[in-house]
């Protein structure tokens, strides 16, 4: 196909087998083998040189097609292999939707933009199984223990602040102390549902000198209503101010300041050349957001 498009092209056998860098006689014999596999003939001879058969015309323009097509399914396949194209199914928790994930991915779209992120967002316990059946490549979620098959990268350190009822007192004040949240209920995810959240903020209430009382049932949106009533308060990273409920207002945390680590976790023997690329995007974000400062 290649050789009859160039002499299409060209006009000319010489000129085509110049450009290809093939003899003439075999150039012409190729295109005679063409010619006979079709049953018809392609070219004609003029005094200008060959000119195409109304079938000639018709293969040359197939044949360009194909020749883009088998072209493009080699540049495709190079491309995924290189992990430049593709997809990464990438499952994420709600402690990184509003800025840790958003600014992971457009980094990854900008410099692969052939690679496709299929982002679902899961409970942090559901992502040992997520991993380890083949469901997701990647995870984006609160620092916690997995088995030795996983790598993780740490991508960030992210604030805890205090999430008050709007009506309470401290609500109007710039910091508070995370001991001065010992006198109420702690309004916290089950340990299952959120494993490394729940660890982080169960450890900061014990650095500060409490124990805290958690309500076990409590989850979603239940969560946030007791708070904005005033029934309990809770700890939640700084980037949830612009998603907050009615009735809830985020304040500082006084020194020291708690952090939650975010980490990009993946099956070591899984991964593939975009799973890296997804691990180089992440931590360019972090140095250049300065995300790995406690003070971040």
Not at 45 to 70: D, K, S, Y
Not at 92 to 103: I, N, Q, S
Request: with cysteine.
């Amino acid at each position: 196909m290649r050789y009859v498009v160039e002499v299409a092209g060209q006009h000319s056998f010489s000129r085509a087998a110049e450009r290809l860098h093939v003899a003439q006689q075999a150039l012409s014999q190729q295109v005679k083998s063409v010619e006979n596999q079709l049953g018809v003939q392609l070219f004609t001879r003029t005094n200008r040189g060959v000119e195409l058969t109304p079938a000639g015309v018709v293969f040359v323009q197939e044949a360009r097609r194909v020749i883009t097509a088998a072209e493009r399914a080699v540049d495709r396949a190079q491309a995924v292999a290189r992990g430049e194209a593709g997809s990464v199914r990438l499952a994420y928790t709600l402690a990184t939707v509003y800025e840790t994930l958003p600014a992971i991915a457009e980094r990854v779209q900008a410099g692969f933009p052939k690679l496709a992120l299929e982002l679902r967002e899961v409970f942090g316990g559901e992502i040992p199984r997520l991993l380890s059946d083949g469901a997701h490549d990647a995870a984006l979620c609160p620092r916690t223990s997995f088995p030795q098959a996983y790598e993780r990268q740490e991508v960030r350190r992210e604030p805890l602040v205090a999430a008050v009822s709007s009506s309470s007192e401290m609500a109007a004040r710039d910091r508070v102390a995370v001991a001065e949240l010992a006198d109420a209920p702690l309004e916290l995810w089950p340990r299952e549902m959120a494993p490394g959240y729940y660890d982080a903020v169960i450890a900061t209430c014990r650095d500060a000198g409490f124990e805290p009382r958690c309500d076990e049932q409590a989850a979603g949106s239940t969560v946030w209503g007791n708070i904005a009533q005033g029934r309990g308060v809770g700890l939640v990273v700084r980037s949830l101010v612009d998603q907050l409920p009615r009735g809830i207002t985020l304040v500082e945390l006084s020194e020291p300041r708690a952090v939650l680590i975010i980490d990009l976790v993946w099956h070591r023997e899984t991964a593939s050349p975009a799973v890296r690329h997804l691990v180089t995007a992440a931590g360019a974000v972090a140095v250049e957001r300065n995300w790995l400062s406690r003070a971040a």
